[in-house]
């Protein structure tokens, strides 16, 4: 399995008063570093989609919040693709403020086609061997 790693500041914005992380930002990260990993193996979301009408929507995500991120702390989000399905992806993510494991969480997201109505498509083997292999 191949881990890609996406590092991120965090910023004013996503924490609330006490300058601790508002726990959605989780989620809104596990996408950005999802969207990061495919571009990395060479299926950047958006080419995709221009090109091919291909998408990967999300259809669950959760999220296990060990320690608060804090105000300017440096992040690394490590995401691994954990299984691929016939039409269904599951990737997994470890946030890590340094050495320490801040959260984990999980999504499933559905190789899509959106040529007309959007139906779920088998997920091609090329990207089943670069994530996989």
Same mark, same amino acid.
């Given at each position: 399995?191949?881990?890609?790693?996406?590092?991120?500041?965090?910023?004013?914005?996503?924490?609330?008063?006490?300058?601790?992380?508002?726990?959605?930002?989780?989620?809104?990260?596990?996408?950005?570093?999802?969207?990061?990993?495919?571009?990395?193996?060479?299926?950047?979301?958006?080419?995709?989609?221009?090109?091919?009408?291909?998408?990967?929507?999300?259809?669950?995500?959760?999220?296990?919040?060990?320690?608060?991120?804090? !105000?300017?702390?440096?992040? *690394? /989000?490590?995401? =691994?693709?954990? #299984? %691929? &399905?016939?039409?269904?992806?599951?990737?997994?993510?470890? !946030?890590?403020?340094?050495? *320490? /494991?801040?959260? =984990?969480?999980? #999504? %499933? &997201?559905?190789?899509?086609?959106?040529?007309?109505?959007?139906?779920?498509?088998?997920?091609?083997?090329?990207?089943?061997?670069?994530?996989?292999?």
């Amino acid at each position: 399995m191949r881990t890609i790693e996406y590092t991120f500041e965090v910023k004013w914005g996503d924490t609330d008063a006490a300058a601790i992380v508002f726990y959605p930002n989780f989620y809104k990260w596990m996408n950005e570093a999802s969207h990061h990993y495919f571009a990395e193996i060479g299926y950047k979301p958006s080419k995709l989609f221009e090109e091919e009408k291909v998408g990967m929507p999300l259809l669950e995500a959760t999220c296990q919040f060990k320690t608060p991120l804090l !105000f300017e702390d440096i992040v *690394t /989000v490590y995401s =691994t693709i954990s #299984e %691929v &399905r016939n039409k269904v992806i599951m990737m997994e993510h470890v !946030f890590k403020r340094e050495e *320490t /494991v801040v959260a =984990t969480g999980k #999504e %499933v &997201r559905a190789w899509t086609s959106f040529e007309g109505t959007p139906k779920a498509i088998p997920v091609p083997e090329k990207l089943r061997e670069k994530a996989l292999g």
